[in-house]
């Protein structure tokens, strides 16, 4: 059996309160006309309040080295008095309470980190007190705001406004409302439909400001769902905020995925010059920028020599101390290039006319790599950007890289093996002939395109996340399925690259989707996208979604994981394409699917060629670099 004897230890810790001798803190409290002295023990004060934890570890004790003293201004003696004795004996009677008192209890014990108390003032007020918060409604909203505390009460008052919105905006004290107050009020009340994007986007850079975390995040949301155009044609501004504030980082993926298509939106723009350092360096860090190396290189110097106006326009009059000028202005930036990358005659031309910013083993492992690019560097070598494959324009040529040997024992043993088990080489001519816009469909032997395999259901497995993982980085690809019930084959050709790391809608206009009615390569239905802004979706829910074309126009979905279960991939009534690929629209179940990546054929003859003439350079490369790095 537990006995509990509190109310002889609340009259102990009562007797060591009253105790003028043991005492080593001393608390000064209220300002110059209401201040009063309290004693108390350092023991007792560190262990109940992680605030006063924290003065006495930062106070330095009177010259005896006992006495340690604290000063509070911004609380009433009256008030502390109650707070003191609740740290001591544990313990507030609010009934003997004025309900005014209680309030400045709440905000006091929430500033001296007394979280039990706040958290239980706040409740009582709200339960018992309502009248009185009516009543000093603005005191107590104005209130939640500045000390960004308060949830529940805050909730309370925001289903007041709701309902009596004058309470505030008819109050005499409206003027002096804190702002953070009034932009969340702003928001909540108006439509944003009614706000011009430009007002939206400064109140979500104000309400970061001001640490209104569900107003910034809802605001910026809204931004990139509904204002995309508005965000892409102010797209330097917007990219630039990010980095300032060093929030929104939905915005900054947002802004990433658009710089990866197109960096030059930044690169040449006419503010680039005044770009945040972090916000470069956040674009050089990415192996996915779809640039030159040569190129980011010229800008880089542009941005760099940008920085300070005393650096001559002419290189030929610059001298040491300028050249370390630019060292450290680009310090940050400078291990992020991909020098082993660069064409050797990039590196003389751009590169080389700057040597004296580099260190002294970097420019000479650059040197010997130039001239025996297989001997090892002390140097880092960061790898290559990796270049997304972009839309398949018509008539196009894809050249190869890097250029792989033939090995024609190889190619002859492949010969017979079907690129596809759901179309044949007539499927295939047809939907090339799509691609390149022709009128007419490319015969056996002369289509330009190969079909090579990303993917196989039956082999790789039907997950919509093996999906996304495996077609991940490819570009131009063909998808297609085998529906059971009525053996058709459905597709959609896809121009961009999958994207396992983004979500929401792509924009191309050369996507179409298509079939072929019980797997015969007559009279196939044949749609092009006719909205070029809702072309393709990638869906945030990747474990459940795969392949999107439309509004689910073409679709493959499993919520079991496996899109030959549940019966949920379909072909939805037309609405972004010309029309639907099939005749009865709804849900059906796949036998099999397969991800094909177009790509086009490459003659023999001018592979050789192009090998001949690469072999050429190399030696010629390194007859040259070998005389003008001396």
């Known amino acids: 059996m537990k006995y509990l004897f509190l109310d002889k230890l609340i009259q102990n810790f009562s007797e060591i309160l009253n105790d003028n001798e043991e005492y080593n803190v001393i608390i000064e409290v209220g300002n110059e006309l209401d201040k009063k002295t309290f004693t108390a023990h350092s023991v007792i004060l560190r262990y109940r309040s992680s605030y006063f934890n924290k003065e006495l570890k930062n106070t330095v004790p009177d010259i005896n080295n006992i006495i340690k003293t604290i000063t509070i201004q911004n609380i009433s003696a009256e ?20 309900t005014k008192i209680i309030y400045k209890l709440m905000i006091a014990a929430n500033e001296l980190k007394l979280e039990e108390l706040s958290i239980k003032l706040e409740s009582h007020l709200i339960e018992f007190e309502t009248s009185w918060l009516k009543t000093n409604f603005f005191l107590v909203y104005n209130s939640v705001f500045i000390n960004n505390e308060f949830k529940n009460l805050k909730k309370f008052c925001d289903n007041i406004i709701v309902k009596n919105p004058k309470l505030i905006f008819e109050s005499n004290e409206f003027t002096s409302l804190h702002e953070s107050a009034l932009v969340y009020i702003y928001y909540g009340n108006i439509d944003t439909e009614n706000i011009d994007t430009k007002i939206i986007y400064k109140l979500m850079i104000a309400a970061n400001e001001l640490k209104l975390e569900e107003l910034s995040i809802k605001l910026e949301s809204h931004l990139i769902e509904f204002e995309t155009s508005w965000l892409k044609t102010n797209f330097f501004l917007v990219y630039n ?22 960096p030059k939106l930044i690169f040449e723009s006419n503010e680039f010059t005044s770009l945040h350092e972090s916000a470069l360096v956040s674009i050089l860090e990415r192996d996915d920028l779809q640039m030159i190396e040569s190129e980011i290189w010229d800008y880089l110097i542009k941005w760099g020599t940008a920085q300070n106006l005393t650096l001559p326009e002419k290189l030929e009059e610059w001298s040491a101390e300028n050249f370390t000028t630019l060292k450290t202005i680009l310090q940050q930036c400078l291990p992020l290039i991909r020098y082993f990358h660069i064409s050797n005659v990039d590196v003389m031309d751009k590169i080389k006319p700057y040597k004296k910013i580099f260190d002294k083993q970097l420019w000479d492992d650059l040197k010997q790599h130039l001239i025996i690019p297989d001997r090892p560097v002390i140097s880092i070598i960061l790898p290559p950007r990796v270049f997304i494959a972009q839309e398949l324009p018509p ?55 190969e079909f090579q395999l990303i993917l196989r259901g039956s082999k790789d497995g039907f997950a919509p996340g093996t999906f996304w993982d495996i077609s991940h980085g490819h570009g131009n690809t063909i998808v297609i399925c085998k529906v059971k019930e009525t053996g058709e084959i459905i597709g959609g050709f896809n121009p961009l690259a999958w994207n396992k790391t983004i979500k929401g809608w792509m924009k191309t206009n050369k996507s179409f989707i298509f079939s072929f009615r019980d797997g015969s390569s007559q009279n196939p239905i044949f749609s092009r996208v006719k909205d070029e802004n809702n072309a393709i979706f990638f869906h945030c829910h990747k474990n459940k979604v795969g392949p999107r074309f439309g509004k689910a126009e073409f679709m493959l979905k499993s919520r079991q994981f496996d899109f030959t279960k549940d019966c949920l991939n379909q072909c939805k009534k037309s609405r972004f394409y010309e029309k639907s690929p099939r005749v009865n629209i709804g849900t059906f179940s796949i036998i099999d699917y397969e991800v094909l990546q177009v790509v086009r054929k490459i003659l023999v003859n001018y592979y050789f060629t192009i090998c001949i003439i690469h072999s050429f350079i190399n030696i010629l490369s390194i007859y040259f670099i070998s005389h003008l790095l001396i």
Do not use: M
């Open 79 to 98: 008030v502390f008095e109650i707070i003191l004795k609740y740290i001591y004996y544990g313990n507030i009677d609010t009934e003997n309470i004025d």
């Open 241 to 262: 905020s990010v980095f300032i504030n060093n929030e929104f980082k939905n915005l900054k993926k947002f802004c990433d995925n658009i710089i990866v298509k197109n």
């Open 395 to 449: 008539f196009i040529t894809l050249a190869p890289e890097p250029l792989p040997r033939i090995n024609f024992q190889e190619k002859t043993t492949r010969v017979n093996e079907p690129f596809s088990t759901i179309i044949n080489e007539e499927h295939a001519a047809i939907i090339s002939s799509w691609i390149d816009y022709k009128p007419t469909s490319y015969s056996l032997t002369n289509n330009p395109y």
